[in-house]
């Protein structure tokens, strides 16, 4: 496990990485801008700032083990205050955080099941996850494989994508979140250039990323995936502002029905 974080640490450090970091960065900045509440939480990737234009008051960077001995050692500086923490394991009482975001976490974890349903607990009801992930299903994933096919041959073969752990497709993503009580809210694609390894060559392929987004924008290199956490057989009230004023009914009026008057018979008597 060490391995694998140190690994995709400097992953993050070349062309590729810096290119995927840099989308990521840029969608966390829109995702997250407009969510509310108290408290939020980013679990691992510290080189990543992705609170940065959230506004909520409290806001922390949960890091594992391995990662903590090197950013919380001072070598590097954390974007928000930094708390050793496992993802299976938060340090946190259920219902008490409004929003989590998972930078390639389930993919450096060694249970994501038990990872994802960790950050089920701790999130309020109608709180939010962001979840970022590489797609295998990409010009990415496929030179990866391909490169796994090789070695496992004795064949050679470099691996492009860092060596971490298993990578998790959106629909295998979808199907998690949904037995977890999780809404799927939105889901983004990005990093449609080529797998190539040097600056030069991805910035010549600058365009496909418009080209992908607007026709394959499944075979993104990177997805990110914001789900709501949603409680059965609760209604949130909203606040007074937002209710409109009841119509007051008019006043109906209802026809009285009026006595008989007294009638006479021929013998002069009333009835």
Excluded at 263 to 269: A, H, I, K, L, Q
Aim: proline share 8%.
């Amino acid at each position: 496990m060490n391995g694998a974080i140190i690994g995709l640490h400097q992953w993050f450090d070349t062309p590729p990485g810096r290119h995927l970091l840099a989308w990521v960065q840029a969608r966390h900045d829109e995702l997250v801008a407009d969510l509310f509440g108290f408290h939020a939480l980013q679990l691992g990737l510290p080189w990543l700032d992705g609170l940065r234009s959230n506004r909520m008051p409290h806001r922390w960077v949960a890091l594992g083990e391995a990662e903590g001995q090197s950013f919380l050692s001072g070598v590097e500086q954390v974007p928000a205050p930094g708390l050793l923490a496992e993802p299976v394991a938060l340090p946190f009482a259920e219902a008490s955080i409004d929003l989590v975001l998972m930078p390639h976490t389930l993919e450096l974890s060694h249970d994501p099941h038990a990872a994802l349903r960790e950050v089920q607990r701790v999130l309020v009801p109608e709180g939010r996850v962001v979840i970022t992930g590489l797609n295998p299903w990409s010009l990415w994933g496929l030179r990866q494989r391909r490169a796994r096919l090789y070695q496992s041959l004795g064949a050679g073969g470099q691996l492009y994508l860092p060596e971490a752990g298993e990578f998790i497709s959106p629909g295998r993503l979808r199907d998690w979140l949904q037995l977890l009580d999780f809404e799927l809210e939105s889901v983004s694609y990005g990093c449609f250039r080529p797998a190539v390894a040097s600056a030069r060559w991805l910035e010549h392929w600058e365009w496909m990323d418009g080209l992908g987004a607007r026709w394959w924008p499944a075979l993104g290199a990177a997805y990110i995936t914001v789900a709501v956490k949603r409680v059965h057989g609760m209604r949130l009230l909203e606040p007074a502002w937002r209710s409109t004023p009841a119509a007051v009914a008019a006043p109906a009026q209802v026809a009285q029905r009026r006595a008989r008057p007294p009638t006479t018979d021929f013998s002069g008597e009333s009835s």
